[in-house]
């Protein structure tokens, strides 16, 4: 199933190819999301509730290999094993403390 176009994620910066098309590999558990989008043990000022994120593992089809994987953030969409889509070719620094990027869903 193709995800929405209308939802905002975030991405580690060296994560982020936009317009490359992806596959959600896996759901992250609830831990190592909060883990991941805090430092060291701390929430970050952009992110105060970090346990109000999902984190996904996704496949970048980047050439013939076996592709890049990567961590996918989100608040407001539902992804699931097997989703595909794609970054948005407008990003904005979300949290620089963490390096997260904020773009769309294509």
């Known amino acids: 199933m193709a995800l929405q176009e209308d ?3 975030l ?3 060296y994560d982020y ?3 490359q098309s992806f596959e959600v590999v896996a759901e992250l558990e609830q831990a190592t999301t909060v883990s991941s989008l805090q430092e060291d043990d701390e ?3 952009e992110i105060s509730q970090p346990d ?3 984190g996904y593992v996704i496949r970048y089809d980047i050439g013939n290999g076996a592709g890049i994987t990567a961590f996918l953030f989100s608040r407001d969409e539902n992804l699931s ?3 595909t889509g794609s970054l948005g070719e407008d990003a904005s ?3 620089p403390t963490l ?3 904020s773009t769309n869903l294509d």
């Open 81 to 83: 094993a097997d989703d």
């Open 52 to 54: 109000d994120y999902s």
């Open 11 to 13: 991405a580690f910066a």
């Open 17 to 19: 190819h936009p317009g």
């Open 43 to 45: 929430t970050v000022s």
């Open 93 to 95: 620094m979300f949290s």
């Open 99 to 101: 390096n997260l990027l």
């Open 7 to 9: 939802g905002n994620v």
